[in-house]
């Protein structure tokens, strides 16, 4: 306790300036960071953790690319194992006709409004697919049909690095063992 006439310290700091959540929130959620890895799939895998919506490209050394993710909504959400059957740069998006619904138009690869983004990893005989997006603002929530989305740069750096064949693993927690079956859609 500070002696009678003096006050503490602390009274006469500076006071930091306020944070603004708003413009911290996209720095966070662009984060690409290599973090160590001891989870029991192979190198070269990708494991998207939907409780984390995170996406990870398990590497040779103990160590995975963590990149932020955006997963299926509620309805959508999956789990399961698929393989890389496809690769499109500037992917062309032909949207599902709802019937009763208002129909949409196809958007052309490379249209900054496309929303399968910059690149594109087919899974299986899905509809689903690893793709950019231009609603980076939906990085990080459970919003899509059942595509796993990420900005456009990471989806870019991706891209390069996987090949045909490699194994996509869709679990709910990194501690859950690894799916044997096949791609399929769980409502909890």
Request: hydrophobic share 40%; net charge positive; charged share 20%.
């Amino acid at each position: 306790m500070a002696p009678p006439n003096q006050t503490s310290g602390w009274q006469h700091r500076p006071k930091a300036a306020p944070v603004s959540l708003e413009t911290a929130r996209p720095t966070l959620n662009r984060l690409r960071r290599v973090v160590p890895f001891a989870h029991p799939y192979p190198p070269g895998s990708l494991i998207i953790v939907n409780r984390e919506r995170a996406l990870y490209h398990v590497g040779h050394d103990g160590r995975a690319v963590r990149y932020p993710v955006a997963i299926g909504s509620f309805t959508e959400e999956w789990t399961g194992v698929e393989f890389v059957t496809d690769k499109k740069i500037n992917p062309a998006w032909h949207p599902v006709q709802v019937p009763g619904a208002e129909p949409k138009e196809p958007v052309a690869g490379g249209d900054p409004a496309n929303p399968l983004g910059a690149r594109a990893l087919y899974l299986g005989r899905t509809l689903w697919r690893i793709h950019g997006t231009p609603a980076a603002e939906t990085i990080g929530q459970a919003v899509s049909a059942g595509c796993i989305r990420m900005h456009n740069e990471h989806v870019i750096e991706l891209f390069e690095q996987v090949l045909l064949g490699t194994e996509v693993y869709v679990v709910d927690r990194l501690v859950d063992a690894p799916p044997v079956h096949r791609g399929k859609k769980v409502i909890e």
